[in-house]
């Protein structure tokens, strides 16, 4: 598809105002979005943009003069049905008519402030702005409809996208063709809006038809793999031997030549550092460009990153953890950790390991770039555009103005679209070759260049008093770190003063009431020259969870304490474990309570066979600040003569605040369980050469159908503010697991993923 630049269009809207305005719509683009927007959801007719005066109080929903109600997203889709989540929370304000609403995918502009699709903070951060601007609209609706009627204000409602007074009443289009929509609201009246109580509502926590299945499901929707330009060709990198520490000294590009449609092999100037050492084999059709890119012949010049093993980056993690002094310390209120653990009666250590991770999204990155009018367009599925532009703009020599990222829905994300690494190589091409460049990377392409989840080693240790009683613990993780690879500014500083990644470490942090509480985030330099650390669907707590919930039944234990006795005692819910308004409300107490719902829904203490296990744990998902509380419990059946773990059932409760799309809330639990289930028993690859072992299927395997357990989740019904979903029920599922082996067994495995030949092992020691 062939998208012509946007005109630049006047921003009435700032921070300090929320202007209330009826435009009328330029007779170019008739009833459109504003500049920078783009319908990746093909309308059916009742949807056709129409001429005329359009309400837009607000960049971030409009409404034409035949009761459309048009919601800009500027969070990427990727399966995770965000837009119909946050179009939900404004329409529901809006009063509009579901079935009049479409979603707009916004291309790059600065109004939309950062565009950042992760974290599972989509329908967090944006539920106050979208709440407020839905209420706003409809007061105003509200207010000029009652004028047309002819009625006082206060005897209408809003409601199914028409002003109604009694038997009367104006739908919201024709109040638009005809009313005078100049209203303004000052910022502290924005705040001071009433919102709906819950008992008010229509859409949130509704069943709710969602607004992008039909096209994806007809096969409308438009990915970034689908985009085309006239005169475009196709790129396929030749990958160098290393991801940072390659120079090219020579091309052969002989062989290729014989491949119908090969163009030419370039070696990128990347003055960004992104993707140094990278070919581009240029063809006129992707078929050629793959061929062609077997047969050309490089000689780079390599650092010792090129040798690199799993067993380097282990050990090498393991030595910078032995020094105490190492890391970043994070504050978690305070005390001597040293001292306590000197007064001690009895300690207990473990360390816990993990694998690499691979994305493996259905969609391989893929990106086309080409100039024109003086402008760098990219066309691509991102999920972080605020992340890459700058780099784009170092890369290219362009002011971050003279590039703009086009908006494609994402044939999966998890993650790996947070890192937009791969539209520089295409952009680099475009400008070199002066026309469209459309690079699509192979599936083994694809899991090289990957930003994997780093490979991990955690040590953690705990100090019991004379009754038993944990005074102290003690918590260091090394992991590679993907804010120092690709948002080295969002680095924080710990109290003593060293920077860390808080996504390489967060879930260290919890809830527990242990006295003393000391955690230190480490970087393993070797793995961030060695790879392009990644995020991956829960980062940080997808492993230190593992750890922290594997150490904490290995702690109730040693003492003789029921695990999850042990745990219910330690979430007390005081002092810094107390919770605050508005996101933390409760605090551990509503771990605990997921916890106990959990335990006693999966029969917490009842019998079971021989070598069969439950197994319990609870999290807060991902953040301190905005904590989605979740305990899982799993029950398994090991088969000691293969090794083998057979995983059940697994059962989950999850306490996220209020829940916006019941239907996609169960999807996203569905899917997070999935792949905590894969993870932990299924899914991790190694290091050697310097990259990563598994490049295709083959060998990498995640969890099969056949492996999937039963699934009994559910929600604990709250009024709360709206918390993540995308991620949190990832970071329960393999400690469960692990515990439940455990239970079964007598064994403890500290390594991710457990393979069969761990547990034997294990059991010949």
């Known amino acids: 598809m062939n998208r012509p630049l946007r005109p630049s269009e006047e921003v009435v809207i700032s921070r300090r105002t929320f202007l209330i305005s009826s435009v009328a719509a330029g007779a170019t683009f008739g009833f459109g979005p504003p500049a920078g927007a783009t319908n990746l959801l093909p309308l059916p007719d009742p949807f056709k943009q129409t001429r005329g005066p359009l309400f837009e109080p607000t960049i971030w929903f409009s409404i034409g003069t035949n009761g459309v109600t048009s919601i800009n997203i500027a969070k990427a889709e990727m399966g995770q049905h965000i837009g119909t989540a946050l179009a939900r929370i404004l329409a529901d304000e809006l009063e509009a008519d579901w079935s009049q609403v479409r979603l707009v995918s916004v291309d790059t502009d600065p109004k939309w402030g950062p565009m950042i699709t992760g974290g599972s903070t989509s329908v967090w951060s944006s539920y106050p702005d979208f709440s407020r601007a839905g209420a706003a609209g409809r007061m105003t609706l509200i207010e000029e409809g009652a004028k047309l009627l002819g009625v006082d204000p206060l005897d209408c409602v809003a409601r199914q996208g028409r002003v109604v007074a009694s038997d009367r009443s104006i739908g919201y289009g024709e109040i638009v063709r005809r009313g005078d929509l100049s209203r303004r609201f000052s910022a502290d009246e924005l705040k001071a809006l009433k919102i ?85 084999v240029i063809a006129e059709t992707y078929p050629a460009a793959v061929r062609a890119t077997e047969l050309v012949q490089v000689a780079w010049q390599n650092d010792e990153t090129a040798q690199v093993s799993d067993n380097d980056l282990q050990a090498h993690a393991s030595r910078l953890i032995a020094d105490p002094a190492a890391g970043a310390v994070l504050d978690t209120g305070g005390g ?140 260091a993780a090394v992991a590679g770190w993907p804010t120092k690879a690709m948002f080295p500014v969002g ?75 042990f745990r219910l005692a330690r979430l007390t819910g005081r002092g810094i474990n107390a919770g605050s308004a508005p996101n933390a409300v409760g605090g551990a107490n509503r771990q605990a309570n997921v916890l106990r719902r959990v335990a006693e829904r999966a029969g917490w203490g009842r019998s079971l066979p021989a070598n069969t296990g439950l197994g319990l744990a609870s999290s807060f998902g991902q953040e301190r600040g905005m904590p989605t509380w979740c305990a899982c419990a799993a029950e398994v059946e090991v088969d000691r003569r293969a090794g083998v773990v057979a995983v059940r059932k697994l059962w989950l409760d999850i306490d996220a605040g209020t829940i916006i799309d019941p239907d996609g809330a169960r999807a996203q639990a569905e899917g997070a369980m999935l792949w905590g289930l894969s993870m932990a028993l299924h899914e991790g690859t190694d290091f050697a050469n310097g990259k990563v072992r598994d490049t295709n299927l083959d060998t990498y395997t995640p969890v099969r159908i056949s492996d999937v357990p039963e699934f009994d989740i559910a929600f604990v019904d709250s009024v709360e503010a709206p918390m993540g979903l995308g991620e949190p029920p990832t970071t329960v599922v393999a400690p469960a697991i692990g515990n439940a082996i455990f239970a079964a067994t007598g064994i403890r495995l500290r390594r991710l993923p457990i393979r069969p030949g761990d547990l034997l092992a294990a059991a010949r020691t």
């Open 336 to 475: 001597d950790a040293a001292s306590a653990f000197g007064q001690a009666k009895t300690t207990v250590e473990a360390t816990y390991t993990t694998a690499g991770v691979l994305h493996f999204q259905l969609e391989p990155v893929n990106a086309l770039a080409f100039e024109k009018d003086g402008v760098m367009e990219i066309h691509t599925g991102n999920q972080a555009q605020s992340f890459i532009l700058p780099v784009l703009s170092k890369a290219l020599g362009l002011p971050p103005e003279k590039i703009v990222m086009r908006t494609y829905l994402i044939g999966g994300g998890f993650g790996r679209r947070l890192n937009g690494d791969y539209s520089v190589p295409a952009a680099l091409a475009a400008k070199a070759l002066r026309r469209p460049v459309k690079m699509i990377l192979t599936r083994a392409d694809d899991s090289v260049l990957d930003s994997i989840r780093s490979p991990t080693v955690q040590t953690l240790k705990i100090g019991f008093d004379a009754d038993r009683r944990p005074v102290v613990m003690d918590h």
């Open 491 to 565: 680095l924080v500083k710990g109290t003593n003063g060293a920077l860390y990644d808080p996504f390489s470490i967060a879930g260290a942090d919890h809830w527990y009431d242990v006295g003393v509480l000391r955690v230190r985030a480490i970087n393993n330099d070797l793995a961030q020259k060695s790879f392009r650390p990644g995020w991956l669907r829960a980062v940080a707590p997808g492993w230190t969870n593992w750890a922290l919930e594997s150490f904490m039944d290995e702690a109730a234990r040693s003492i003789g304490q029921d695990p999850l006795v």
């Open 196 to 280: 709906k109580t819950p008992d008010k509502r229509t859409l949130i926590g509704r069943p709710t038809r969602a607004l992008d299945i039909p096209p994806k499901t007809k096969g409308e929707a438009v990915y970034g793999i689908d985009a085309e330009v006239e005169n475009m060709v196709f790129a396929r990198p030749k990958l160098p031997p290393t991801r940072y520490g390659s120079k090219v000294l020579s091309i052969d590009d002989s062989a290729a030549r014989k491949v119908k449609g090969y163009l030419r092999s370039t070696a990128l100037d990347d003055p960004s550092g992104t993707v140094p050492g990278w070919v581009m």
